[in-house]
């Protein structure tokens, strides 16, 4: 049998996921600081939530839901994203007011495999639903912008815009499909089965950028009240110090986006998969999900894009220490172990009756920082403690090991 996962996923695995275990706890101690709680939702749903969530229109229902029959013919979709089910859980739940979820997990697009383009991909995600201010989507995008910027991806820039209220949209769009329709012969043939189905999509066509360029963009045609909130959000990131960019041809690749939408650049990867995030205001999903008007903005950022633009940091093992068990002592040497991990400090040991000496270079093969030997001084409470950089190895009391371990 063919052991190499199946096309477009990955098996995460050590070094390469100690970078991957970084993010992760980033996300989960940002988001826990900005006041989100964890939200888990199935790993599939319903067909028809992400046909009227996403829209039948887009590219990722139209050609990338991963579908299937289950054994009582219902029609499930593995999710493509996160947003249309925590809408669907917030309705389902029953909730009333503001909600904050944050999550993280793998989502499925059957894509055309590539760097930063898989198929299976872990997204981090957060959502607000319940609110329609402004200033919450001012703090989605700091939220984001704070944990790009803690786990090191280099060089990111955050475009912003808004597509107005629902009928800013409807009305843009007329004016967007005659303004295609009179160049159209000028369009490549992907942007002209786009504009028949999802005509602000061409907008993100790069082949057709230069025909695009003088476009009319949403911003021009907003209603004075969507106008006066995309100014607040960009108002309330001067003042959190969040640089960003405007870009008035940012559309996203969802149907339910109404007034702000985001996304975050890593200038330095390749301009096909260079968006690490994106998010904007979902105000009009609850009603297209069944038909209960409930706002929201979010924002779900690519893990397998931001190890990448991290440029794999070789991160180390993040064992401190290693303990090790003079003859006739491995189960003292347990019982250091289990003490020192119940204390909280990150150890490993040496199973299977193994010589001191095999012990010891099994340790110093695992790049560990301490060596901590157990044996006769056990029963007057001392190991033997050696720093292997530097050699110096000294008798410690049991009690004392893990204040030396801390940084
Ligand atoms: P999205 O822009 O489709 O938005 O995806 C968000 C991020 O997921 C992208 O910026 C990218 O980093 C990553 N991503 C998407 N597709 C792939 C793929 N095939 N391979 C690797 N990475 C990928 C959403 O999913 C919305 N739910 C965001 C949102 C939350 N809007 C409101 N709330």
């Known amino acids: 049998m063919n052991l190499a996962p199946p096309k477009g996923t990955d098996d995460i695995l050590s070094p ?3 970078a991957w275990r970084r993010v992760l706890r980033s996300w989960d101690s940002w988001s826990e600081r900005f006041g989100f709680e964890l939200g888990m939702t199935p790993l ?7 046909e009227r ?14 579908t299937f029959e289950d054994r009582a013919g219902r029609s499930l979709s593995l999710r493509p994203e996160g947003t249309a089910s925590f809408v669907r859980a917030y309705l389902n739940a029953g909730i009333r007011g503001v909600w904050k979820a944050s999550y993280s997990g793998p989502m499925f697009r059957y894509e055309k495999p590539q760097k930063g383009r898989r198929r299976q991909f872990f997204q981090v995600g957060a959502e607000v639903i319940g609110t ?8 989605i ?22 597509l107005g209220d629902p009928s800013d949209r409807s009305a843009y769009e007329a004016v967007l499909v005659t303004w295609l329709n009179d160049r159209i012969d000028r369009l490549c043939a992907d942007s002209v089965e786009t504009l028949a189905i999802n005509p602000l999509r061409v907008l993100d066509c790069k082949v057709c950028r230069e025909v695009t360029m003088g ?5 021009e045609m907003m209603s004075p009240t969507a106008k006066e909130a995309y100014e607040t959000v960009k108002q309330r990131l001067t003042l959190l110090d969040v640089p960003y960019r405007e870009n008035p041809r940012l559309v996203r690749g969802l149907d339910y986006y109404t007034r702000t939408a985001f996304e975050y650049i890593a200038t330095g990867l390749d301009a096909a998969q260079n968006a690490v995030g994106g998010g904007g205001r979902y105000d009009g999903l609850g009603e297209k999900i069944c038909g209960r008007a409930v706002p929201g903005v ?3 950022l690519g893990i397998d894009r931001i190890i990448l633009a991290m440029g794999d940091p070789v991160l180390p093992p993040s064992t401190e220490a290693f303990v090790v068990a003079a003859p006739g002592f491995s189960d003292e040497a347990a019982i250091v172990v289990s003490r020192l991990r119940g204390e909280g400090s990150k150890v490993e040991t040496v199973f299977g009756g193994r010589s001191l000496n095999a012990q010891t270079k099994a340790a110093a093969k695992t790049a560990v920082a301490v060596i901590i030997t157990v044996g006769e001084g056990y029963a007057q409470g001392q190991v033997t403690y050696r720093e292997l950089r530097s050699g110096a190895e000294t008798q410690v009391s049991i009690e004392e090991i893990s204040q030396c371990l801390k940084p």
Not at 44 to 50: Q, R
């Open 298 to 300: 979010g924002v779900a």
């Open 16 to 18: 390469d996921s100690r």
């Open 44 to 50: 599939f749903e319903a067909t028809e939530l992400f």
């Open 53 to 66: 969530g996403v829209g039948e229109s887009t590219e990722v229902v139209r050609k990338q839901m991963y």
């Open 132 to 139: 329609e201010s402004p200033e919450v989507d001012a703090e």
């Open 141 to 162: 995008i700091e939220l984001a912008y704070r944990f790009l910027l803690d786990v090191g991806v280099p060089a990111v820039v955050v475009e912003i815009n808004s």
């Open 215 to 219: 476009a009319p963009t949403p911003v």
